[in-house]
Structures are given as C-alpha cells and as structure tokens.
C-alpha cells in the first residue's frame, strides 16, 4: 500500500460576514466542518459535490490561501501549522494547484514564458537560462508549440489556457497537484483532451492529484477513490466502483439519478431530491442532509452520523444512520 501523502484531519473553515446589527453578532458562514482526508503516493482523490459544498474551499485551504478555523493539514507527516517557515516554503513547491478558471487565474501582463518560471523564481530553482529550458519542456509536455512561449494568455483560446495553468504547476515539480474544477470553463471538445493529459502527467510524472470536480464522468474516468461532500461535510467515501455501482450514502444516490441517461430525457428529474440546499449560515441539527432525505426520520434530526463503514464494503465509508 502507498504511503500517505497529504493528511487532513477535522478540518473547519468559518467566515464571518459583515455585521447586520449592531446588537447582534455577526453571521458566519460554515463553509468546511470537520472533513477528514488522506491522499496517497501516486493516488487520485476525487472530491464531488455541488456548488457551494465547501470543495474550492479545502483545496484552497491545503496551499495556503484561507486560514484554518481549526484541524490539521499534514503533508509528509509534517504538521503544516507547527512548520518552520523553510519547511512551509518546501511544502508550498510541492503542492501546487490549477484553479478553475485558467484566465484569471494567469497574470495578462506576462507572457507564457513568465508565468511558467514564476513559481521557479520564487523558490529559487535554478538560473534564469534553467526556467527557459524548463518552460520550453513544459510547453510542449502540454501539448503547446515552443513559439507560444512569447505569446500572452488572451491570444490563446480556453483549453490552451488550462494547459499553460497545468504546465505552470507543474514547474516546480510537485508532489501533489490540486486541480479545481480544470474542465469546467472548457468546451466539451476540449475537456476529453485535458482530461487525457491530467492522466499522461500523472503516469509520466509520478503525480497524486486531488480533482475537485462536480462531473461525476470526469471522477468516474480518472478517480482512484472518490469523496462526496454535502454542505461542507464529508458524507461518502470509497472507491470509483462502491460508489458508482454501490452508493451507500441517500445523497450520493440522489447524485447518481441526476445524471442524464440516453433515451431516458426529461423523466429523469434532480434525483428525487426535495427542497433546497439549506444555509451554511443556518446548519440543520443532526444531519446535515435530513431536510432533503427520502430516509430520513427523528433520529437524523437529532444525531449528526459519523462517517464510518458501509456494510459489507472495506475501505468504503458513509454517513448516515441508515447507509445501504
């Protein structure tokens, strides 16, 4: 068995909005709530779920950019809170991340030469001779010719984007990449194309990846295991077979519905779900997921579940008290 890369242990990440009232304290937003996680050598850990489940949030939690409530990030057993700072920098080169949308998250003053040596710049690796031959590797690594190195990111279409992000994050040469949502502002044509090269990198660079996706073909096609998070929490877990073929978690079931089935068109609805998301403002009690649960009943409005084994399925786990 590989061993553990990245750690995650009862993450909580909270923000506090502008104060409505003097006479009353200001609300706060429940974004992440005690997610568990662990990424292995060489693993692709999938995290699903829809918009404003506090995905973005633990990825941009892992590299640094939002602080912490509380819990514990450990990368290589090293405990990223107690880090020296030499130690945290040596992290930060080895976990890198490819955000959802490749322009703006590439700086339109450089070209694509500068942006891929910039986080060699920053970490010192090398001379400046070294980041041009590095960026001439990269860009054709991703797909791109070696004259695009002169070129800005607004003379490049989407995917071409995504792939200088990818090749930028690559620069370093990470341990662990977390990639956001990579194919969601590209056209369908283009997706399968990135896809396949999330997936060459990986075998060719010895790559984990943590993807944060909300396409559940994306998971299926490049996923070693697969977590589901629902309103900030971590609610299924397990391999890309347990939870296509064998979901055990009420919400994870709903998801899988909701996919479109050929010939099948609009009697398929959004799973049999009832009701809206509710507030991360305004978590339910007990479990996070009763006021939408086709199962649920008074023991789900009182008990929040732990996230434990499914029946009859090792390393496959779910919170629910009435899991499959």
Known sequence: MSSPLLEIDGLRMHFSLRRSSLFRAPPTIHAVNGVSLTVLEGETLAVVGESGCGKTTLGRAIVGLLPLASGRIRFRGLDLAAASR?????????????????????????????????????????SVPEHRARARQLIELVG???????????????????????????GPMPDLIIADEPLSSLDVSVQ??????????????????????????????????????????????????????RPSH?????????????????????GGLKGDIPSPIQLPEGCAFHPRCPKAQALCRQSAPTLDAAPGRSGHLAACHFKD
């Open 144 to 170: 791109l010719p070696v004259d695009s190195l002169g070129l800005y990111p607004h003379q490049f279409s989407g995917g071409q984007r995504q792939r200088i992000a990818i090749a930028r994050a690559l």
């Open 86 to 126: 030499a130690q945290l920098k040596a992290a930060r080169r080895a976990v890198q991340m490819v955000f959802q949308d490749p322009f703006s998250s590439l700086d339109p003053r450089m070209t694509v030469a500068d942006i891929i040596a910039e986080p060699l710049v920053i970490h010192r690796m090398g």
């Open 250 to 270: 009420p919400y994870t079931q709903a998801l899988l519905r909701a996919i479109p089935r050929i010939g099948q068109g609009k009697r398929r609805t959004g």
């Open 192 to 245: 399968s194309q990135i896809l396949n090269l999330l997936a060459d990198l990986r075998d060719r660079e010895h790559l984990s990846y943590l993807l944060i996706s909300h396409d559940l073909g994306v998971v299926h096609h490049l996923a070693d295991r697969v977590a589901i998070m629902y309103l900030g929490h971590l609610v299924e877990i397990g391999g890309p077979e347990d939870i296509f073929d």
